[in-house]
């Protein structure tokens, strides 16, 4: 009879600890699956975000209004005024991901930061749209010195920020070739 119950309270706590550690697994997995979901959704958004910018030749187009305010004889006016409309959510995926992006590990740390130089980026972007309302408003010219510098650190700033894009495009696509467990998927 005492080894009856030995046996049976040996089965119980195998039986616990096996489903410990499925649940364990089972959860695991789970988020894992969802830190590929938040990567992949994340690099067709800083994908999108890179290509417009260049596409759309925003830093060429800031890089010609330095070469003409470098020209210390040129009176800047609002038609030297860098403007770009931003009207839509361009960081809809990121803003919906934030909570979770700690699941990325190692990666959200680049993420973040790509994602806060281009918030930077609009920062500067909206406010030359101010300077550029008020100077059509009094029709006066803008002070040339500080308009050049202000186009000089966002050329950099849109740079830093394509630089981080293509380097967190690459370890998120590597992070989403990767199996549960740490193998790497052949293709």
Not at 102 to 125: A, H, N, Q, W
């Amino acid at each position: 009879m005492e080894w009856n119950i030995g046996i049976a309270l040996l089965s119980l706590i195998v039986g616990v600890l096996l489903g410990g550690v499925s649940n364990a697994v089972v959860g695991r997995y789970a988020a894992f699956r969802e830190s590929q979901g938040i990567a992949a959704a994340l690099i067709s958004e800083i994908s999108t975000i890179t290509e417009l910018i260049e596409q759309r030749g925003y830093i060429n187009a800031l890089n010609t209004l330095i070469t003409r305010l470098q020209n210390p004889a040129h009176q800047a006016t609002y038609q030297d005024m860098f403007s770009v409309s931003i009207t839509q959510d361009y960081f809809a995926v990121f803003n919906s991901v934030c909570p979770r992006i700690g699941l990325l590990g190692p990666l959200s740390g680049g993420v973040t930061r790509f994602y806060g130089l281009s918030k930077v980026l609009i920062e500067d972007v909206n406010s030359l749209r101010e300077i550029q309302k008020q100077s059509i408003m009094v029709l006066t010219t803008i002070p040339r010195q500080p308009l050049l510098q202000h186009y000089i650190n966002m050329v950099t700033l849109a740079q830093m920020m394509l630089n981080q894009g293509s380097e967190v495009i690459g370890g998120l696509r590597h992070y989403t070739e990767q199996y549960f467990l740490g193998r790497q998927q052949r293709n």
